[in-house]
């Protein structure tokens, strides 16, 4: 048997099959996200803000003590807390249920798609269907501020 020289045809052809593969795959890494925090049916898209240490989250004045306010981190909505006179705590304010946007309503965090309640100094559930709490964000007072830890 002898061998085929291959055409300049396939040769480029292969060479162009293969070069929109690698890209497509670049393409589709860059896009691609983890999904670690997806349990079961549930759709958690309130993975936390990765923001840079020292970010101002809020006033710690601004926030009366035993309750709770409406701030973003990194362009995504949170709710900062203040539990006491100089702590602050801060979860991502997307309902890991369906991506609902909580607010604060009295003693306790609602979304407004199902109904889900968390805790308003905590973020932990109170009522789903929601399953998990609220993703915490580290966060510390500094001065007279809750930046991000």
Known sequence: MTAQTPTRRSVLTTGVAVAGAAAGTVV??????????????????????????GTTVAALN?????????????????????PTETTAACFSAVC?????????????????????QFDTLTGALKRGPAETGLTPIPVKVEGTNVVTA
Do not use: F, M, W
């Not at 981190?73 to 203040?82: H, L, Q, S, T, Y």
């Open 28 to 53: 589709l890494a860059a896009c691609g996200g983890s999904d670690s925090g997806t349990s079961g049916s549930s759709q958690n898209t309130g993975a936390a803000p990765a923001a840079p240490s």
């Open 62 to 82: 601004d926030i009366p003590v035993g309750q709770a306010k409406s701030v973003t981190v990194e362009g995504k909505p949170a709710i900062v807390a203040r």
């Open 96 to 116: 890991p249920h369906q991506g609902g946007t909580v607010a604060p309503d009295g003693d306790h965090l609602q979304c407004p798609l199902h109904g889900s």
